[in-house]
């Protein structure tokens, strides 16, 4: 883990010839983070599980297509597969019905702040199947601190003082439901599939997109057959979740990983809450109560801490002569 000071942080992302790569950056950080405003927006005229399956499909379609172009070979060891099917499960499936599922009742900036908690997530699962990798006092810390962040965001004394925001407690526990997949699925990925094949990230994720769309094609019959009403708005917002956040953003990523390294390129989670919040309250006129920016910040400091980003210095005294 990298302890490398401030300052040498951002030189390294404004580094010349990296005009592209920061392009990117900000790319998804903007794509990823405006996710949850199409999910609202989709949810005007589809249902949850409906706007799932418009995600996947279009991502796995969108991807299909770059691997056509590109001419890219797709794998064929059955193993990976299977492991990858797994891995649809909790990084696309399930996590995108829960999130649908909740942007019926939850403004979007504050769906985004709580996916804020998917390295916390990542940690907590990490330290229970990877006991090789235990975690150190300074990452207990941070989880507990992120723990409080996501306390404040939901904001119990506001339950207590108004008996109708208890009816959102379901829907941010389901956010928190879909960033406990994420982190299991990124956990199975470093387990069971990274270091065991050749293929590169843009190969890796069209598998993975294209079987949680056929699983979702599979299930639709059982759970997406609502009627559905079509107009401008949600027809745009699932081409841009489908094609742009769930199929080039994660190419965007590939390139970031693969000229700044995971590390750096993980920061981009940090960014996202931020456009969340402020297209919500831009576009859909959503009201953004105290508890939730502040409780993001608290959330993003955990994340800090226990990723080693935010160190603590102890003052040492000063020899006497």
């Known amino acids: 883990m990298s302890t490398a000071a401030p300052s040498t942080r951002v030189t390294a992302l404004v580094a010349p010839g990296s005009r592209r790569v920061l392009g990117a950056y900000l790319g998804a950080a903007l794509i990823w983070g405006a996710s949850f405003l199409f999910m609202k927006t989709g949810l005007t005229g589809l249902a949850p599980a409906q706007v799932a399956l418009s995600r996947v499909v ?14 890219r070979r797709w794998p064929r060891e059955r193993r990976l597969w299977a492991h990858l099917a ?20 939850l403004p979007s900036g504050l769906s985004s702040i709580l996916n804020a908690t998917t390295p916390i997530m990542t940690l907590a699962v990490g330290a229970v199947f990877l006991p090789k990798e235990r975690l150190n006092g300074l990452q207990v810390f941070g989880i507990f601190v992120g723990a409080l962040g996501v306390a404040i965001v939901v904001g119990p ?25 994420y982190g299991i699925a990124f956990v199975y990925l470093r387990k069971f599939v990274l270091g065991t094949h050749s293929y590169d990230a843009v190969v890796i994720s069209a598998v993975e997109i294209s079987l949680a769309a056929v699983i979702m094609l599979v299930l639709s019959p059982f759970i997406a057959m609502q009627p559905v009403s079509l107009d401008a708005p949600v027809v745009l917002s699932m081409l841009a979740l489908g094609a742009l956040g769930t199929g080039v953003a994660y190419i965007w990523m590939t390139t970031i990983v693969d000229s700044w390294g995971p590390t750096a390129a993980s920061t981009v989670t ?11 309250i831009l576009v859909l006129g959503e009201i953004l109560h105290w508890n939730e920016p502040v409780g993001g910040v608290i959330v993003v400091l955990g994340i800090l801490v226990s990723q080693g980003r935010l160190r603590f210095r102890r003052r040492t005294p000063p020899l006497s002569a």
Do not use: K
């Open 270 to 280: 940090y960014l996202t809450p931020l456009v969340g919040v402020v297209l919500g």
């Open 86 to 105: 797994v891995v649809s499960v909790f990084l696309c499936v399930a996590p995108f019905l829960l999130f649908s599922w909740a942007g019926q009742f």
């Open 58 to 71: 279009l991502g796995a379609l969108t991807l299909c297509i770059i691997m056509l172009v590109t001419r």
């Open 157 to 181: 004394w506001r339950v207590l003082a108004d008996p109708a925001i208890l009816e959102s407690i379901p829907a941010q526990l389901a956010c928190l439901g879909a960033t406990l997949c």
